[in-house]
């Protein structure tokens, strides 16, 4: 039986209907209708007879977990039957003309088995945020059916993420269309997400921005640092900073190590001015020999004579391939070197406390370091979901970040100490940057 269906789109996923589309995008914030659009529009495409779509999550245990059941309320919602071709089976969705709708789960793909979804018309990836690159590369090559299309809606969560490269970037692929969606574009929006969502904002503001605006994941909930930098923002300091020409720049540093598996290498570029700790920029690499930091270093103009780098205690340790420690080599390019002294036990709780103690007396330059306050927003605790209990820091891709900046914290501390406390005189360096 021939079917027509009529769907009104709100406004602002209208431009998704451009025709001759590769990539369609949609991301935004918690109740914008994102998922439900993309729904009415694969049924609108099943109904052109014949087409196989995929419905795919990064990790897709059950059916439970897919779009399957959202299509088929859908279906039920307009009406559709098995009269009309719509026939939902166990696993699937059988559409008109032969057509399916399939739920995969790309975690456990492989390059073999994803060969399957190669005659398909479109791939919709959900909650797409969670897609990883290894799961992009192996999706973008296999829809390559004359016409195919991959959608991708999702929750917005780190620049870095596989689907925010790749639609969000400098240079996005050709005939994209990716739209911004939130809760206020939603002429459907309902009164209890209203409800939840005015709820977010007095109880959870620190969280609000991600979960109902759609921006980046900035701090974590439950995040170490969350609420001093949910206050550095309401109090203004995050912001524009100059570099005062008459005090050295502090460079803490956490060291990684060259090679593609290597720890990251962070680095904070700090200064101590009155009561305050100037953050002025963030470095990270990954896998990088120790020239590419130098390199960074000398374009930032954190010369010779005005920088004093900063190592842990493990600065010292020789590289048994190249014969050289952290501190021999910037010694060697002729930078003065400090080693903070081994903490002992529980060094990287202290760090946290440290940050604790002194983030109200930090002012951070926005721009530069927006890669580092991100680190600090993530940096949390492992949890040991049965028992209810905390692990310790997480050892993630923030936590190199977090730890420079517990040792500026911890450096800072002490030094503002050493001239009489918090409110003391000014800081006295010598000429090669070290603490008079």
Same mark, same amino acid.
């Given at each position: 039986?021939?079917?027509?269906?009529?769907?009104?789109?709100?406004?602002?996923?209208?431009?998704?209907?451009?025709?001759?589309?590769?990539?369609?995008?949609?991301?935004?914030?918690?109740?914008?209708?994102?998922?439900?659009?993309?729904?009415?529009?694969?049924?609108?495409?099943?109904?052109?007879?014949?087409?196989r779509?995929?419905?795919?999550?990064?990790?897709q245990?059950?059916?439970?977990?897919?779009?399957?059941?959202?299509?088929?309320?859908?279906?039920?919602?307009?009406?559709?039957?098995?009269?009309?071709?719509?026939?939902?089976?166990?696993?699937?969705?059988?559409?008109?003309?032969?057509?399916?709708?399939?739920?995969?789960?790309?975690?456990?793909?492989?390059?073999?088995?994803?060969?399957?979804?190669?005659?398909?018309?479109?791939?919709?990836?959900?909650?797409?945020?969670?897609?990883?690159?290894?799961?992009m590369?192996?999706?973008?090559?296999?829809i390559?059916?004359?016409?195919?299309?991959?959608?991708?809606?999702?929750?917005?969560?780190?620049?870095?993420?596989?689907?925010?490269?790749?639609?969000?970037g400098?240079?996005?692929?050709?005939?994209?269309?990716?739209?911004?969606?939130?809760?206020?574009?939603?002429?459907?929006?309902?009164?209890?997400?209203?409800?939840?969502?005015?709820?977010?904002?007095?109880?959870?503001?620190?969280?609000?921005?991600?979960?109902?605006?759609g921006?980046?994941?900035?701090?974590?909930?439950?995040?170490?640092?969350?609420?001093?930098?949910?206050?550095?923002?309401?109090?203004?300091?995050?912001?524009?900073?100059? &570099?005062d020409?008459?005090?050295?720049?502090? /460079?803490?540093?956490?060291?990684?190590? =060259?090679?593609?598996? @290597? #720890? !990251?290498?962070?680095?904070?570029?700090?200064?101590?001015?009155?009561?305050?700790?100037?953050?002025?920029?963030y470095?990270?690499?990954?896998?990088?020999?120790?020239?590419?930091?130098?390199?960074?270093?000398?374009?930032?103009?954190?010369?010779?004579?005005?920088?004093?780098?900063?190592?842990?205690?493990?600065?010292?340790?020789?590289?048994?391939?190249?014969?050289?420690?952290?501190?021999s080599?910037?010694?060697?390019?002729?930078?003065?070197?400090?080693?903070?002294?081994?903490?002992?036990?529980?060094?990287?709780?202290?760090?946290?406390?440290?940050?604790?103690r002194?983030?109200?007396?930090?002012?951070?330059?926005?721009?530069?370091?927006?890669?580092?306050?991100?680190?600090?927003?993530?940096?949390?605790?492992? &949890?040991?979901?049965?028992?209810?209990?905390? /692990?310790?820091?997480?050892?993630?891709? =923030?936590?190199?970040? @977090? #730890? !420079?900046?517990?040792m500026?914290?911890?450096?800072?501390?002490?030094?503002f100490?050493?001239?009489?406390?918090?409110?003391?005189?000014?800081?006295?360096?010598?000429?090669?940057?070290?603490?008079?």
């Amino acid at each position: 039986m021939a079917c027509e269906l009529s769907v009104s789109l709100p406004a602002v996923f209208r431009p998704l209907l451009a025709p001759g589309a590769r990539y369609l995008g949609a991301h935004g914030g918690r109740g914008s209708g994102k998922s439900h659009v993309f729904a009415d529009l694969a049924i609108l495409h099943a109904l052109k007879g014949g087409q196989r779509i995929v419905c795919i999550r990064e990790v897709q245990q059950t059916l439970k977990e897919s779009s399957k059941r959202l299509i088929e309320d859908k279906l039920r919602g307009h009406g559709l039957n098995r009269s009309h071709g719509f026939n939902p089976m166990l696993n699937h969705i059988q559409t008109p003309g032969g057509g399916v709708v399939s739920f995969v789960g790309m975690q456990d793909a492989t390059a073999e088995s994803i060969k399957s979804l190669e005659g398909y018309s479109v791939a919709w990836v959900e909650e797409a945020q969670t897609l990883s690159k290894r799961s992009m590369s192996l999706l973008r090559p296999t829809i390559r059916a004359a016409g195919s299309q991959l959608w991708f809606s999702w929750n917005p969560r780190r620049k870095t993420d596989a689907v925010d490269a790749l639609l969000r970037g400098p240079e996005v692929p050709t005939g994209s269309v990716v739209i911004e969606a939130n809760w206020r574009d939603n002429p459907y929006f309902p009164d209890v997400l209203e409800q939840e969502r005015t709820d977010c904002l007095r109880i959870d503001p620190d969280q609000y921005a991600h979960i109902w605006e759609g921006q980046y994941a900035t701090v974590l909930a439950g995040a170490y640092f969350a609420k001093s930098i949910a206050e550095a923002k309401a109090d203004g300091r995050m912001c524009r900073l100059a &570099r005062d020409p008459l005090l050295p720049v502090l /460079l803490m540093c956490d060291i990684g190590g =060259a090679g593609a598996r @290597a #720890d !990251a290498y962070a680095m904070w570029a700090v200064q101590l001015v009155g009561r305050e700790i100037r953050v002025l920029n963030y470095y990270e690499a990954q896998g990088q020999e120790i020239g590419a930091h130098l390199e960074w270093m000398g374009i930032n103009g954190y010369t010779v004579g005005r920088t004093v780098v900063w190592l842990p205690h493990d600065g010292k340790a020789v590289d048994k391939v190249y014969a050289v420690s952290y501190e021999s080599a910037f010694k060697a390019a002729g930078y003065s070197v400090q080693i903070l002294t081994n903490q002992g036990p529980g060094a990287a709780m202290g760090r946290i406390e440290a940050v604790r103690r002194m983030f109200g007396q930090c002012v951070f330059d926005q721009e530069k370091t927006a890669g580092g306050v991100d680190a600090l927003g993530w940096y949390h605790e492992k &949890r040991d979901a049965v028992r209810a209990i905390g /692990l310790g820091p997480e050892h993630d891709w =923030a936590s190199h970040g @977090a #730890d !420079a900046f517990g040792m500026a914290c911890i450096v800072a501390e002490r030094k503002f100490k050493t001239v009489g406390g918090l409110g003391g005189a000014p800081l006295v360096y010598g000429s090669q940057g070290a603490l008079a």
